[in-house]
């Protein structure tokens, strides 16, 4: 991971994909740490692809290992909720 807050991952087929960084946290529950990132893809519906995987600071390469139970995905789903109501209510607030 760099300063500009994007990565590159390499798929199986050994093309590079760059992704930006949305956020990062450590959970004291799971004693995991957590990163939420996208590729800027969009989905049919027209929402951006949004990932989410456990990582490792400070880790020299970048090591991602899928999120394994539906109580971490409650975790990080709830977090996006948060962000994007914040989001919302900060854009009604300036309008």
Do not use: C, H
């Not at 050994?14 to 450590?26: A, H, S």
């Not at 990132?37 to 519906?45: A, C, I, L, Q, W």
Request: aromatic share 12%; charged share 35%; proline share 2%.
């Amino acid at each position: 991971m760099d300063e500009k807050n994007q990565f590159k991952l390499k798929d199986e087929y050994g093309n590079e994909t760059i992704y930006d960084i949305l956020f990062t946290f450590d959970n004291e529950e799971t004693k995991k740490s957590y990163i939420v990132y996208t590729d800027n893809s969009v989905d049919e519906s027209g929402n951006v692809q949004v990932y989410a995987s456990v990582y490792y600071p400070g880790e020299e390469i970048t090591k991602l290992d899928p999120i394994e139970t539906d109580k971490e995905w409650k975790i990080i789903e709830e977090i996006l909720k948060t962000i994007q109501e914040e989001v919302e209510r900060q854009t009604s607030e300036t309008e």
